[in-house]
């Protein structure tokens, strides 16, 4: 197989037809975890949200958590999706170190929702993508490998199971073979798991954060000669970026593609998706199906929700992500790409917020797409949790539009607020960072400037004007910053004139 | 002070209440009669006399410093080992678990403890509750105290045994397809399951969840009546627990005890009478039945067309839940592992600590049940046992509109000698056959003595519908004051 040469992506499109699924794992942001009472947070020391049930010591048993059904409802809702009036949770019974219970708590053939679909635009155009099913279930833990070269369970003198994130809710959203998408299937692709993301994220019911593995993605590609029966599908497994998404649709079209061409089979298998060079390498043998022995779980009671509960949540809907984003773009006044920035950056709604404190919406797009998200990447932190809020930026604006800061300075002042010292306004009183707006002392400076510098203030007066900047410079240098770069320069100008 | 291990448990609360016996005593008397026969019996795998005594003492505390206490304090009791307790070793009869100290109570732990019970320690029982009989725990049988020679029924032998041997005068014990009321008939003692949902599954290591029941063990009627209500009642922790008031199975029984039938009506389940029961059986069932006419009851023959099937669909059930409920005794995390010596893949580990921790039985009911669950066998087996259990509901709710509880014997045998049928799994199997009914369906069942066959212990079977767990108490307690208790032979 190795000795296959691999045809270009256009030839791959020419010759063959993709037919693409994707599942993904959405984990939620319920504050306790499905079955139990144990908090959820990332990241905390190993093994400490763990109780009885999330442990299956013998004789525990779960109940399960009414937040987690409701965030699922919703999901299928805003997924256009038909509700079920009566379902119940079932076992996939399969035995690995991480799953406390040895089997997963899951739904089988009784889905919560089912039936859905969501529209994906791209360039304008619109891609219905079908969802066959959105099912609730419950994480895993995660096994970690020591000892070895490479932190993989091949040459590891130790494994060590953490099982914090074993119980918290998941719901998978699985869609339907998706087909006639040609040479854009990985570009829908995309661009699907990105809408998914935002409907999401729109909901409130997880931080859908692709590197923290709460959005997680399965993505199923088969390729199949024109007018010929799709061909067998291979899967690549928990691909963590949206970029890698697109990679991974392309880079198996590719490879399948150069095995057909060879006159090989593509074997139905799971792949794993390589983040270095964007290919994707066998796994585990899906060749005989992996038998899980489902039935209905006998320690829970059915789920059954109130249709009237359902009609109340489906009202309670927020707008969808797509249809805000274009009255927004509009409303901003700004591009596509630019939206699609504010979208990926998780900003939409604190613009919309700061907008609504008072600033422009120019004014609130700068600070939260340029400072502030440059500092939430640094310190990988969310937007929203990066240390300003949405009143505090946009009286930031206002104290630049009224002349109390300029743009510089209001860095400065913003950096007092992400630290906690307060609002703006009380930064820049503590700091004395407000603008120098006494032309007194502002005059003083200006002929000190003058008089430091007589072969600069010669040029001037010769006409060169461009030569102000260096003086301005050196007021600003005296004045800490806190001048009106324009006030002096004016000032500079009238002197010398 | 030795007869204190000879009165019931409403008498020793009243003593303990009065002051005319403190409830260290009490425990003293239990715990040294343990000491005395438990050699013989084997009732208990473990006994915390440390414990028992510590909760003892705090019960004479409480009594001291003038705290009203409740009707079972400072009572002995023996728990199955199957439920978990805290820091006291539960290990379900099985090597998988030895040493096993859960770090929680299950809740009718819990609230045996607010009751004031005073827990002795864990009894004996076949292997994750699987077999009819004690001879498949793992750390030796117990032995019935009416015949040392004989079974003391299964699973629950060591609690049914703990109380005929008069070593704890309240036993709790769990009941999946007869556990509790078959090692009652066959020891000649009380054994209830109440309705399924009626008491707390949460603590309770699972062998069918849907299925499993835990519930009272006395040696009389009143005394597991009380027992019943310490422990029934809706727990937030247990999904399928029913959020309702628990029947008042107290005054039930004392109402029963009055002797007066009057206007109930009681089905005798015709697909239960004679055929395949022994004689002596038959024999002690059908005078039980006359008792109760003469105390005003009505007795009417009730067809149950689908019990006959209801064995079966057991056998697929049961070891199907087993199957998936067992899964999580792997060695990752707790209990035995073997194999671990870095040679090893992590599947040979868990297969090889499965393998040694595992006792027959079980091994053949997980099989079973993986069997029964696996793709293209589902339909077939697990699916079809789930319509039975369909029809046998719809039996019990049509028989419940014409009479008030159902009755019959509680095994179709009395107390077998050792290995006469751990040879013959189905033969094994026939000793719950009349108890399995109940199961499937989830209503409520108690196991009364009814007299003797060839001189030993005989139960009478009351069947009631869901969370009319009182109404069987009546009947049950009618029927004692009729016949009488049985007093087993002086070990």
Known sequence: ?497 | MSDLTRMTAAQLAGLIAGGEASAVEVATAHLDRIAAVDERVHAFLHVDREGALAAAADVDARRGRGEELGPLAGVPIAVKDVIATKGVPTTAASKILEGWRPPYDATIVERLRAAGTVMLGKTNMDEFAMGSSTEYSAYGPTNNPWDLGRIPGGSGGGSAASLAAYEAPLAIGTDTGGSIRQPGAVTGTVGAKPTYGGTSRYGLIAFSSSLDTPGPCARTVADTALLHAAIAGHDHRDSTSIPQPAPDVVAAARLGATGDLTGVKLGLVKEFSGEGAEAGVTAAFRESVEALVKLGAEVVEISCPHFEYALPAYYLIAPSEASSNLARFDGVRYGLRVGDDGSRSLEEVMSLTRDAGFGPEVKRRIMLGTYALSSGYYDAYYGQAQKVRTLITRDFTSAFEQVDVLISPTTPFVAFPFGSRTSDPYQMYLADLYTIPTNLYGGPAISVPCGLSEGLPVGLQIMAPTMADDRMYRVAAALESAVGTLTPPEL
């Not at chain 1, 992506?9 to 063959?16: C, G, K, N, P, T």
């Not at chain 1, 219905?128 to 994480?139: G, M, Q």
């Not at chain 1, 699985?174 to 990105?194: C, W």
């Not at chain 1, 613009?351 to 609504?356: D, L, P």
């Open chain 1, 1 to 497: 197989m190795s000795t296959t040469v691999l045809p270009t992506y256009d030839d791959a499109v020419a010759r063959y037809e993709p037919v693409i699924g994707l599942e993904t794992h959405v984990e939620l942001g319920t504050k306790t975890k499905m079955f139990c009472g144990c908090p959820t947070d990332f990241g905390a020391e190993p093994n400490t949200q763990v109780c009885p049930v999330c442990l299956a010591l013998p004789g525990a048993m779960p109940v399960a958590n009414r937040a987690g059904i409701e965030a699922t409802i919703r999901i299928g809702l805003a997924l256009n999706c038909d509700i079920a009036t009566w379902c119940r949770m079932a076992r996939k019974n399969y035995f690995y170190p991480d799953m406390p219970k040895n089997y997963q708590t899951s739904q089988y053939d009784e889905p919560l929702c089912t039936d859905g679909y969501v529209d994906v635009e791209l360039d304008g155009e619109t891609f219905r993508i079908e969802i066959e099913r959105v099912h609730l279930e419950e994480d895993t833990g995660k096994t970690l490998h020591v000892g070895g070269a490479t932190g993989r369970i091949h040459g590891a003198t130790e494994s060590l199971v953490d099982y914090n994130r074993a119980g918290i809710p998941l719901v998978e959203i699985v869609t339907k073979p998706v087909t006639g998408l040609g040479a854009r299937a990985p570009e829908v692709a995309r661009a699907y798991v990105a809408e998914l993301r935002d409907i999401i994220r729109s909901l409130g019911v997880s931080d859908v954060r692709m590197e923290q593995g709460s959005l997680r993605c399965d993505v199923n590609t088969s390729l199949n000669k024109p007018g010929e029966e799709w061909g067998t599908r291979t899967e690549a497994k928990n691909v963590n970026s949206l970029r890698s998404v697109e990679r991974a649709v392309r880079s198996e079209m590719i490879r399948q593609a150069g095995i057909l061409d060879a006159g090989g089979r593509i074997h139905q298998e799971t792949r794993h998706f390589q983040e270095d060079t964007g290919d994707t390498r066998p796994g585990r043998s899906k060749e005989t199906a992996t038998d899980y022995r489902y039935f209905p779980e006998p320690d829970l009671v059915p789920i059954a929700p109130d249709p009237a509960w359902v009609v109340e949540l489906k009202a309670g809907l927020p707008e969808r992500p797509s249809a805000k984003r274009a009255r927004l773009r509009e409303e901003w006044g700004i591009s596509e790409s630019d939206m699609q920035s504010v979208a990926n950056a998780g900003a939409v709604e604190l613009i919309e917020e700061t907008i609504a404190a008072g600033a422009t919406a120019a004014g609130a797009r700068k600070w939260w797409m340029g400072e502030l998200a440059r500092r939430a990447n640094e310190t990988g932190v969310e937007l929203s949790a990066v240390g300003a809020t949405p009143a505090q930026v946009a009286q930031l604006q206002a104290l630049v539009d009224e002349g109390k800061l300029n743009d510089k300075v209001a860095r400065q002042v913003l950096e007092g607020v992400v630290a906690g010292e307060g609002d703006p306004a009380q930064v820049m009183a503590a700091r004395g960072l407000e603008v120098v707006s006494d032309t007194g002392a502002l005059q003083t400076a200006v002929d000190e400037a003058i008089a430091a510098n007589p072969d600069i203030a010669a040029k001037i007066r010769d006409g060169k004007v461009a030569a102000a900047g260096a003086l301005v410079g050196a007021v600003m240098k005296t004045t800490r910053g806190q001048a009106d770069a324009k006030t002096v320069r004016e000032l500079i100008l009238a002197r010398l004139s």
